[in-house]
């Protein structure tokens, strides 16, 4: 297909417009850096033009470097060539931010001479976000332009300002609605006026000291994170070298980053989440039922959660509860969570009360009538969840979609209690449900595929991350957790302790290890599903039957005597688990950190591998999706699928036959698909691109 040359220009009453169109975010490919360069020179050798425009088509003005170009030979112009085009023409250039303007998007406004804004554009520098740093001049024009410190705080955050941020900041001249109006007119008053200084020549860096201050804080919290270091470096320059010699810097820096394991686990990351919300084997045409209003039913933890999410998103919600008290304290929790946001500066009052006035409480599952979505929340009991899917097939509107929060129970059990399965599906919040990102989205055999989609799309309308999964226990990423805590169990009755265990996934980057975690959930909750399936976990059981809960009883894993929330280990639970070892006919012996991790890691990426092979997942990075999103998996490392193409694939299947084989746990034997990965030299993410293809 011929592709349409995405930069062009027109010259009217003396100004040059260059507009770009590289839909669907006017990413800076090689076609559009080398437009932007070709038609600032046909700008400086056109008489007729007195001063350029720069503005895009559509929603974005541009959202950055073409990514997906990062792995490829290079095609020149670099971006930074393109830019400093601009930059130089001796005729006035003034951007005219049409919308989004981020990463290298907003360097090519910074090389520009003047910049104009939409009210609703939002300009940032998100490269620490991949693992990189701006690369096209923005370390150095930024802080010349509005200052080192605000400078720095924009790129380490990596979050964007809107508009009128910007404007405050330094960074826009003006805020108008008719941005390229504005521009022209901005334009012909600077080609009347003497050239504006450009920002790589601007003076505007600030006082050294203060700067030496905020990069030691910033260094301090980012220790972890290499790009706050090269930003803090390259800005560092701004204030002591020579423009050109800084841009070399930031180069360097650039380069050496973007070719890092971690900047690929996070680009990984970037397009694993986008893919995720391709839904395959839909209908053409498929389009999601309209939204308009929403009943969340259980008014416990989890229902309030859900109820704010869709009250944050602006969509009204019915919360339900069983009796008035329960209602009232329900209602008193949400009130509550807002309350604190707004303490803590991070909620205005007027928000507040807003989306306070979008929630309604109500006694009984008749006030579902009204909803479009239906989402249940009440206790995971089989029984309990068929009643009331039993109830709402009468209550519910004709093409309300019907949603289980359920984290374990067979969908397709529950929809075959309604008279309406097609209707039916799961949407898997994760707890704190209105901070969580990640929904996981169960299909049922019988979920009509606009009901799949329309869940899907509330899910991004809720602003969280969706994920399909197939029915099986557990979904996707508890399913893969049961495996992580199982081994856990037996590293302790080897010879591990609580404190090995947490402190060999925290050296991994997982912020809290299963003992930790498990202590902060209260571990009444797994005994509990235990009792009911009649599994069993010598361990864990023990300590629950010798009331050690987690934290609410300053007793479980650790000992939590001293603030509550900080564990110590315990001599009580070292006995403890040596006497459960020696119950077992285990002698104890110390186990490797390594090997600790990989017998944590590799059954997971195992069970991830029949996760995909059942199709129980659509793609290996779906899996990594939930795990980055839902489970706190360290982002650097791209999520466990991608992590295992990294260690080698080989590698692991002969780990995990050894696990077999030393345990007898057929379970850990390496499933078929990963076996034949390793053998063919594939790999999950070439599974994902032949898939996609
Ligand atoms: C950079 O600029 C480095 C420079 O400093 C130095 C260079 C030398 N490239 O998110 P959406 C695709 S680094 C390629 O669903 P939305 C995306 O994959 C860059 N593709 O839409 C998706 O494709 P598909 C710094 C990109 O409306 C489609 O566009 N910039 C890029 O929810 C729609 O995306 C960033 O980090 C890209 N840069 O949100 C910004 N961006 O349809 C990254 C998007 O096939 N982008 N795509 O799945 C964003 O944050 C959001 O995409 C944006 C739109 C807010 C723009």
Not at 64 to 79: N, Q
Not at 140 to 153: C, D, E, N
Request: aromatic content about 4%; proline content about 6%; glycine content about 12%.
């Amino acid at each position: 297909m011929a592709q349409q040359e995405p930069v062009t220009s027109t010259v009217e009453d003396g100004i040059a417009v260059i507009r770009i169109a590289n839909p669907p975010v006017n990413a800076l490919s090689a076609a559009v850096r080398g437009g932007l360069a070709r038609e600032a020179g046909a700008a400086a050798a056109n008489p007729a033009v007195r001063a350029v425009v720069v503005t895009a088509e559509g929603r974005t003005f541009i959202a950055g470097a073409d990514i997906t170009e990062f792995g490829k030979p290079p095609v020149p112009p670099t971006l930074p060539e393109a830019i400093a085009a601009l930059e130089d023409l001796s005729k006035p250039v003034v951007a005219a931010i049409n919308g989004a303007a981020l990463g290298g998007g907003l360097e090519v406004a910074l090389g520009c001479h003047a910049r104009v804004a939409a009210p609703s554009a939002r300009l940032g520098l998100p490269e620490v976000k991949l693992g990189i740093l701006p690369g096209a001049g923005g370390t150095q024009r930024l802080p010349r332009l509005i200052g080192a410190v605000p400078a720095l705080k924009l790129m380490t955050a990596g979050d964007p300002v809107s508009a009128a941020e910007a404007k405050t900041l330094g960074i826009l001249d003006e805020v108008a609605e008719d941005v390229v109006a504005a521009a022209r007119a901005l334009a012909l008053r600077l080609a009347d006026g003497a050239r504006p200084t450009p920002a790589s020549a601007a003076a505007n860096t600030g006082d050294r000291e203060a700067f030496e201050a905020a990069a030691a804080a910033m260094a301090k919290k980012g220790a972890e994170n290499p790009s706050i270091a090269a930003c803090i470096d390259a800005v560092r320059a701004a204030f002591d070298k020579p423009f050109e010699e800084g841009m070399a810097i930031e180069r360097a820096h650039f380069l050496r980053l973007r070719d890092d394991p971690r900047s690929k686990a996070l680009r990984h990351a970037f397009f694993a989440e986008r893919a995720a919300a391709r839904i395959p084997g839909l209908p053409k045409g498929t389009q999601p039922r309209p939204v308009a209003r929403a009943a969340v039913i259980g008014g416990g933890t989890m229902g309030g959660g859900i109820a704010m999410s869709f009250a944050n998103a602006g969509i009204p919600v019915t919360l339900i509860e069983t009796s008035e008290e329960n209602l009232q304290r329900g209602l008193e929790r949400v009130a509550g969570n807002y309350a604190t946001s707004v303490k803590r500066g991070s909620l205005t009052e007027e928000a507040r009360a807003k989306r306070m006035g979008l929630i309604e409480g109500r006694v009984g599952l008749e006030a579902a009538a009204g909803a479009d979505v239906v989402v249940e929340a009440v206790f995971e009991e089989m029984g309990l969840k068929k009643e009331i899917f039993g109830k709402l097939q009468e209550i519910a509107k004709p093409g309300a979609v019907l949603a289980t929060n359920t984290s374990y129970l067979d969908v397709d059990e529950i929809a075959a209690s309604t008279s309406r399965p097609g209707d039916v599906l799961g949407m898997h919040f994760f707890s704190p449900a209105n901070v969580m990102k990640l929904l996981e989205v169960v299909r049922g055999a019988k979920t009509a595929p606009d009901a799949l989609a329309t869940a899907v799309e509330v899910g991004r309308k809720l602003a969280k991350v969706p994920v399909v999964s197939g029915v099986c226990h557990g979904f996707i990423g508890n399913r893969m957790l049961a495996r992580r805590t199982s081994q856990a169990e037996r590293l302790l009755i080897e010879g591990a302790l609580p404190e090995e265990v947490d402190a060999a996934l925290n050296a991994f980057g997982f912020r809290m290890g299963p003992f930790a975690m498990g202590d902060l959930a209260g571990l009444d909750i797994g005994w509990r599903i235990r009792q009911a399936t009649g599994k069993k976990a010598p361990v864990a059981d023990a300590l629950v039957e010798a009331g050690r809960l987690g934290q609410k009883t300053k007793r479980g894993y650790y000992d939590y005597s001293g603030d509550g929330r900080t564990g110590t280990p315990d001599p009580e639970v070292r006995a403890l688990i040596e006497r459960v070892s020696a119950e077992q006919g285990v002698t104890r012996r110390s186990i490797p950190q390594q090997e600790i991790l990989e017998r944590l890691l590799y059954p997971m990426i195992n069970e991830g591998a029949r996760i995909l092979e059942e199709g129980i997942a659509a793609r290996a990075g779906d899996i990594d999706t939930v795990w980055l999103n839902g489970y706190g998996w360290p982002a650097g490392t791209g999520g466990p699928m991608f992590y295992a193409d990294g260690v080698g694939l080989p590698g692991i299947v002969a780990r995990l036959r050894d696990f077999a084989g030393s345990s007898g746990d057929d379970t850990l034997a390496p499933a078929a698909l990963l076996v034949r990965l390793a053998e063919e030299g594939g790999s999950f993410a070439a599974l994902d691109e032949k898939a996609a293809a």
